[in-house]
């Protein structure tokens, strides 16, 4: 069953928004045939299509958000790695996701913010709607390390650590993923971090690429939290 967005959803819905009408048309939806639409804050209708973009709800749900919430830090990287990233972690629930202009990170949004911003956004709409979501992930603005702030169980990956992502059990309602670029994270911004509450963990013997350290973290942490039940 394919998902759809609207984020104006309501009991008494009955239309999709433009954007989410060329999307249900590029999937050649039916008349009769079923879909889900999502808020992206919970609420989830099983609809059945009436038209192009039209439908009738049959029933309405509401999700509660999973506990702990994770939220990444993301620095910018080359070759979309930064984005692919954070698209698997919102197909895994990511609940928000930071970019990070790290000191090392080769990409720059500089004079292109809010329209890479937005991108991210639809991104991480699409993801949820592919892993069929009830939540939306927020992307925020860029932020410098200055700037990011450690929300719940903190954490920043780093190779060299000898704390591991299993021995910071149990966590927090919230945790906070921060994951470095290619070239990895200064070690002026992790005394930063630090300073900030983050706690440097690893996790196993392996390097890995920033397009896969962060969801291998989150799964890591999704399954010892027994989210995977």
């Keep these: ?22 999307h249900a048309k590029s999937l050649r939806l039916r008349i009769g045939e079923l879909v889900s639409v999502t808020n992206g804050s ?13 439908y009738s709800i049959r029933e309405v749900e509401k999700h509660d958000s999973a506990s702990p919430r994770f939220h990444l830090v993301q620095a910018l990287a080359k070759g979309d790695r930064d984005e692919l990233a954070m698209q698997t972690c919102v197909e895994l629930g990511l609940a928000s996701v930071t970019p990070w202009s790290a000191d090392r990170s080769i990409v720059r949004w500089d004079g292109k913010e809010a329209k890479n911003q937005t991108r991210w956004q639809q991104i991480a709409t699409e993801a949820m709607k592919q892993s ?31 704390t591991s992502v299993g021995d910071i059990l149990p966590l927090g309602d919230d945790v906070t993923l921060v994951v470095g670029p290619e070239g990895g994270i200064s070690e002026a911004e992790f005394e930063l971090l630090e300073s900030k509450g ?6 196993g013997k392996s390097v890995l690429r920033t397009s896969s350290a962060g969801p291998a973290a989150m799964a890591a942490l999704q399954f010892a939290s027994g989210l995977w039940d």
């Design 1 to 22: 069953m394919h998902w759809l967005y609207d984020p104006a959803l309501t009991a008494e819905s009955t239309q999709l928004p433009a954007t989410e009408a060329m």
């Design 42 to 54: 919970g609420m989830v209708a099983l609809a059945e299509m009436t038209s192009e973009n039209s």
């Design 132 to 162: 069929q979501q009830a939540f939306r992930c927020e992307v925020r603005p860029l932020a410098t390390t200055k700037q990011l702030i450690a929300t719940g169980t903190a954490l920043v990956l780093d190779p060299k650590s000898e």
């Design 198 to 203: 983050f706690q440097r963990v690893k996790l």
